[in-house]
């Protein structure tokens, strides 16, 4: 495995001359990763993904392509399989013939355009209806037939923007992990560009997190989740609870913080400034424990709102002044009781807390 | 509650039924009928509407094309009344196979009917019937019918007496083919086609023969210009369906210009700019492209008629291409692309197919359109750009032969059918997009 298969290099885009939809852009992919460009709209992801595919030229910077510079070669030359938005299934071919496209213009021969796309056929199992217009087939099978267009030329890196986005969520969710076991079978190189996060955590080798043309966390689906490098990442994958503090004192790893109520606790040091400045406190609400009155952590928090949501419990509590501040109690057999209005000890364990950047 | 509801809903009898015990299928049938019918009364007007000024004088358009009953009965403009004309002739015709000799039986037949002619003075209607076919008759059968009265047998000789014509078999042929209430002899004459004294169909006379090459030239041009609009209207279509709304709805007035200026305006601003001491020439002329001598004829020939037809067609050929490509998704052609398309080969496998509708039915409208156009080459055509429709209006307002322009609208509405069905055939007329 090659580390540097694409390859992002200072790449800036700009589409007015004023400002930046993309802000130096460093990226390295090996092949046969799976990677996923995360982030809201207008984050600059889906302007990545179209300068990788030549659709928008880098205004600065270079990008690579298995070691050769690609920002002037254009997107019929690159090689690259893509899976759009909305399909782009050619509304006047049938399915056969929209396989069969990419290999007619590669100039090849009838009887290897036909075994090409009958395997590409059954490779997304839809054998049986390469005869069908893509008008008459349904959401999920037009996008499996886009699937098997974007990889019958066997292109080494395929991009998909945002492929399961008009899919409803059951279908969305089988076809993740379609396209996932695609990928570890075929050992193609993904980028996918989303602004799910769950889809992202579930298909990705790693995720860039984007935000404001930035990537702002490159790392696995866990790191992401578990060590969120800044705030925004941090409040952008899953739940975060998120307090407020100021750094008192630091020794090692961990700082010593005031919060907003007047009363200190202990962080882990991520991403917080000197003693003195302002930092965010973020902690997941599952590693939030009820009940335990000892640590250095332990706090009162008041149970404002209870919501049962069968396989855990959504406690709101007020907690060192934040009144959004959410505990995740699991439906086990012995778990806390919990009124609303009354009073609970919690507690979490200082690696947890992670001082982050002041939003 | 659940006890009240089922008992409402008979289950045992198998039928179902409304709350007053009639069959449900049939009240909603009658529900749906009454609903149908109330829709209908509203289109009733446009109904009437098109029935009265459309459908009603072609169809009596197309009788005209087929029946001229000039030589067979006379209206009488004051009363209405209808009165049987030439019926001694037309007994005589109906008793002897097309080809006879005119015998004396017939001549005296022809005289009292002349006599009969002029009693009710019927004899410039017959005459003029007569006088489409066979030049020249009008003026025989009138002055025929002033002295039928004073003629004495054999009648024959009296009648060739006074003019040998008569005895033309052609005439005969003529008045007999006349003397039926159903006629082909204006489709014939409008395919430059007459009948021989046997009643044999034959080419009309070169010098005669008008009406194919009109329709020709207005095939050919009619082709011309729609080729000439799709050449000059896709490019733009494709730039308003593409540019970003605020350029593309001043683009958009632009070409929707045209439709606001009246159409003599434009067609004589035509005029101004081409004519041989027009702009276009001066301008030609002040760079020094051409000498004064050799000033360019623009106008009031084929060329005329082609660029200002084709200037005034070109917004029913850019409207229906703009709607087929507005909504076709660009990110077809950026697939295409991606796949390891050209650019040419992305439009012309992709994106081209996908506007076949636009430009089947662009070029249907504005076909038909020019097939029938009739002031911009009346005005800028001169003699040799002129088409089949001015014709037409030609033998409407001066010749006043009324069947022979029914007949040569007939062909031309035929032709247009037969188009339409080819277009049904190839694209399918459920392709068709005009805005």
């Known amino acids: 495995m090659s580390g540097e298969f694409v390859v992002f290099d200072r790449v800036q885009k700009s589409y007015d001359g004023e400002t930046l939809v993309v802000k130096d852009l460093n990226l390295a992919m090996p092949k046969g990763e799976f990677l996923t460009m995360l982030g809201p709209s207008g984050s600059g992801k889906t302007t990545c993904l179209m300068m990788l595919a030549g659709f928008e030229t880098a205004t600065h910077g270079e990008i690579r392509l298995d070691g050769r510079e690609i920002n002037n070669i254009p997107p019929h030359k690159r090689g690259i399989g893509m899976v759009f938005q909305n399909y782009a299934l050619f509304p006047h071919l049938t399915v056969s013939e929209n396989l069969a496209f990419p290999l007619e213009v590669r100039g090849l021969g009838k009887s290897d355009r036909e075994a090409k796309v009958k395997r590409a056929l059954e490779m997304v199992q839809m054998s049986e209806f390469g005869v069908r217009r893509p008008a008459q087939l349904s959401g999920g099978q037009q996008q499996r037939i886009a699937l098997a267009r974007a990889l019958v030329f066997d292109p080494d890196l395929v991009l998909m923007d945002e492929p399961l986005g008009a899919l409803d969520k059951q279908l969305r969710e089988h076809m993740q992990y379609e396209i996932k076991h695609l990928h570890e079978n075929l050992g193609i190189t993904v980028v996918y560009v989303t602004h799910d996060q769950s889809e992202a955590l579930t298909m990705s080798d790693r995720v860039a997190v984007f935000n404001d043309g930035v990537i702002q966390q490159l790392a696995p689906p866990d790191t992401l989740y578990e060590a969120p490098d800044n705030s925004f990442v941090a409040q952008f994958i899953g739940e975060n609870n998120k307090l407020p503090a100021k750094v008192v004192s630091k020794e090692g790893d961990t700082v010593q913080v005031t919060l907003q109520d007047g009363k200190t606790c202990q962080a882990l040091s991520v991403n917080c400034g000197a003693v003195g400045s302002d930092t965010m406190i973020s902690i997941r609400p599952e590693r939030v424990t009820l009940g335990a009155s000892s640590g250095a952590n332990a706090t009162d928090g008041e149970v404002n709102e209870i919501i049962y949501l069968g396989d855990h419990i959504r406690c709101r509590l007020s907690v060192h002044g934040n009144d959004e501040f959410i505990v995740k109690i699991p439906n086990s057999a012995d778990h806390p009781q919990l009124k609303v209005g009354e009073t609970t000890q919690i507690t979490w364990h200082t690696a947890d807390a992670r001082a982050l950047d002041p939003i | ?435």
């Open chain 2, 1 to 435: 509650m659940a006890d009240t509801t089922s008992s409402d809903i008979p289950t045992d009898s198998g039928t179902l039924q409304t709350a007053d015990g009639r069959p449900l299928k049939a009240a909603l049938a009658t529900a749906q009928r009454s609903a149908r019918n109330r829709a209908f009364y509203l289109v009733l007007p446009l109904l009437l509407f098109v029935v009265v000024t459309f459908i009603f004088p072609i169809g009596q358009m197309l009788m005209r094309s087929v029946s001229d009953p000039r030589f067979i009965e006379h209206v009488d403009l004051g009363t209405g009344e209808v009165t049987p004309i030439m019926v001694g002739l037309r007994t005589w015709f109906d008793e002897n196979p097309a080809g006879t000799e005119p015998d004396e039986a017939a001549y005296a037949a022809l005289v009292a009917d002349l006599v009969h002619l002029r009693e009710i003075r019927a004899q410039g209607n017959a005459g003029t019937r007569i006088n489409y076919v066979y030049p020249g008759a009008r003026s025989m059968f009138t002055g025929g019918a002033r002295r039928a009265g004073r003629l004495e047998p054999p009648f024959k000789d009296a009648i060739l007496d006074m003019d040998e014509d008569w005895a033309d078999p052609a005439l005969w042929q003529t008045m007999r083919s006349s003397s039926g209430r159903y006629t082909a002899d204006f489709y014939l004459a409008a395919i430059d086609r007459e009948r021989d004294a046997q009643g044999n169909i034959q080419k009309v006379d070169e010098e005669r023969a008008i009406y194919l090459l009109l329709f020709e030239r207005t095939l050919i041009l009619s082709v011309v210009i729609t080729l000439l609009t799709l050449i000059l209207g896709f490019p733009v279509a494709f730039l308003l369906a593409t540019l970003p709304l605020r350029y593309s709805n001043v683009l958009m007035i632009l070409v929707l210009l045209p439709f606001w200026t009246s159409l003599l305006v434009r067609t004589t601003s035509w005029i101004v700019l081409l004519q041989t001491q027009g702009v276009v020439n001066d301008i030609a002329v002040s760079v020094g492209l051409i000498t004064d001598e050799s000033r360019l004829q623009m106008i009031y020939n084929q060329t005329g008629t082609v660029i200002a037809m084709t200037h005034i067609l070109l917004p029913f050929m850019i409207l229906p291409l703009y709607s087929v490509m507005r909504p076709i998704n660009p990110s077809y052609v950026r697939a295409a692309r991606s796949l390891g398309a050209t650019s040419w080969t992305a439009f012309r496998r992709i994106y081209l197919p996908l506007t076949i509708p636009g430009i089947a039915a662009g070029s249907l409208l504005v076909f038909i359109l020019a097939v029938g156009y009739y002031i911009t080459p009346a005005l800028v055509g001169g003699s040799r750009g002129q088409l089949i429709s001015n014709l037409i209006a030609f033998h409407m307002q001066n010749s006043l032969n009324w069947s022979l322009a029914a007949a040569l609208a007939g062909l031309l509405l035929g032709g247009i059918l037969i188009l339409y069905w080819l277009y049904d055939r190839l694209v399918g007329i459920d392709n068709l997009k005009l805005g």
